[in-house]
């Protein structure tokens, strides 16, 4: 049997053990007539507060203990809130015997208290709460992780995110770094004039991209529903209607692989401009990253394995030029109307060293030196404008070249973190576009592509009543968080990311 096995049974007994002995001392504590659980507590201000307040100042404040060091008739202890931490200096002499006796025998780290007292600078220089009332605001039955040594298991940290923001005060950052950029987000485009809007994530089909959707069933209506994948076509509705400028952040659902940087709940943005195009979008969108960067106060990111500099404006990175400047050919060689040539693909693909084989789509032979090849260079956020039409279906096409579409991505270091259009708003062309997406999903699904469904009619019905130039764009807000906080997976800036269930859960 291996240590790791005998170790299990052993640590689980004695954490039984101490919660037992807490849930006594809890009932103690009741018998000699005190409340470990009260209803209200006194706090005027916050424990960073306390910290800053003057030598002399009376301090009322609460929070956790997060450590104590008893030294007989006194005690040194770090109280802490979501502002930050400050000292306590408890004596007997100061708190009252009973007191005294009571928080020697009854307080422990992990607490939570209120303290009431006087602030005074110690031989150390640090500023401390002379205490001269200490109250039980809740008795923590487990033990605090010992650093739970550093609380450093991934999958300990993520299942009970708690212990993880209890132990490594880092993670409490990250989270406050994510309220602040999305924030800074929503101002940025507030203040430009859009309009924050909300559409539905239950939805009778799924559409606006091509992803396995989750699936439920509504018992009233008698249908199915999908959960949403995009908010492309009710966002192009409100477009039609004569709303110009909006946005909207909100939670997207695929039912697909989870890694590094797939969640199958996310955050997604997507905004809309009447009268815009593709470079309105790449404007506007070293407005968004370079100001949220501002909001968190860091103009240079490391980011896997590079320093980032975030200060806008982005390069313009257009990709015919790119292609003959790296591969030493014209892009058009490998296109062939909306589709590849496949040959001429294979050459180049070959003449790199890209390994494909027969089964390889002719996208990914295209994303691999594009992505692989091309973008290796570019370290800081990049604005990678004129795709081709062939990995581009969805965008209108560049006036006077079918081959190339208005349309971007970013990406910083081989990481997309954002896509727009020039949006399509010819009806036909549109409908055509829906055809040739459900014929791809019905041979997916291996039916008829023929006489496949068409996803969203009444999109099309919409777009009929007119609607003007549009630039529209996609973001994802977790793979921005992700670079502009330095992190390697999405899993560490979603509070709670989707895991596979244990097998005592089940």
């Known amino acids: 049997m291996s240590t790791e096995k005998t170790q299990q049974p052993q640590h689980n007994n004695a954490l039984n053990e101490i919660i037992a002995q807490r849930y006594a001392e809890v009932e103690e504590i009741r018998q000699q007539g005190v409340t470990p659980y009260p209803n209200r507590c006194e706090k005027q201000i916050s424990c960073q507060e306390a910290k800053n307040a003057e030598e002399g100042a009376e301090a009322v404040t609460a929070g956790r203990l997060v450590q104590l060091r008893l030294m007989g008739k006194a005690a040194f202890a770090h109280l802490r809130d979501f502002s930050g931490r400050v000292q306590l200096y408890i004596a007997k002499d100061q708190l009252g015997e009973e007191p005294y006796a009571f928080f020697k025998k009854h307080i422990a780290v992990g607490d939570f208290v209120s303290v009431t007292g006087h602030v005074f600078v110690t031989k150390t220089g640090e500023k401390t ?30 299942r009970k ?30 203040e430009k004039g859009f309009l924050e809007v909300e559409t539905p994530i239950l939805n009778p089909s799924s559409g606006g991209a091509i992803a396995r959707p989750f699936e439920t069933f509504h018992n009233a209506l008698k249908m199915p529903l999908f959960m949403r994948i995009a908010l492309e076509l009710h966002h192009k509705r409100l477009i039609i209607g004569g709303m110009d400028k909006i946005y909207e952040i909100g939670h997207m659902f695929r039912n697909e692989g989870i890694d590094t940087t797939h969640n199958p709940e996310f955050t997604m943005m997507e905004l809309y401009q009447a ?19 501002k909001a968190i106060g860091v103009e240079k990111v490391n980011f896997r394995g590079y320093e980032v500099d975030l200060r806008p404006p982005y390069k313009r990175l257009y990709i015919p030029q790119a292609w003959q400047e790296k591969f030493g050919r014209d892009i058009h060689e490998v296109l062939n109307g909306r589709q590849f040539n496949r040959a001429k693909l294979e050459e180049v693909a070959r003449e ?63 990481q997309e973190l954002g896509n727009a259009y020039t949006e399509l708003n010819d009806p036909a062309d549109q409908l055509a576009r829906l055809k040739d997406q459900a014929a791809a999903k019905a041979i997916a699904k291996g039916e008829d592509a023929e006489n496949a469904d068409i996803l969203d009619a009444d999109y099309i019905e919409a777009m009929e009543s007119g609607m003007p130039p549009t630039g529209g764009m996609g973001i994802g807000i977790d793979r921005i968080i992700m670079m502009l906080t330095g992190q390697d997976s999405i899993r560490e800036i979603i509070l709670f990311p989707t895991l596979k269930k244990l097998e005592e859960e089940k």
């Open 275 to 293: 009268y815009g195009d593709v470079n309105t979008m790449a404007d506007l969108f070293d407005e968004i990253l370079g100001n949220a960067a």
């Open 161 to 190: 995110r708690h212990l993880d923001l209890i132990a490594n005060e880092e993670v409490k950052d990250i989270f406050i770094k994510r309220a602040k950029i999305i924030s800074s987000i929503r101002r940025t485009l507030d």
């Open 129 to 158: 709460i002379k205490a001269t009332k200490l109250t039980l605001l809740s008795k923590a039955i487990r033990p605090m992780p010992e650093k739970y040594h550093g609380l450093q298991d991934t999958e300990v940290r993520f």
């Open 352 to 414: 790199q060293g890209v390994k494909f084989t027969a089964d390889d789509s002719d996208s990914a032979i295209f994303d691999e030196l594009f992505e692989g090849k091309l973008l290796a260079d570019y370290h800081n956020p990049v604005i990678a404008l004129d795709y081709p039409t062939a990995v581009s279906p969805f965008s209108k096409t560049k006036p006077g070249d079918p081959e190339l579409v208005e349309r971007f991505e970013v990406f910083v270091n081989g």
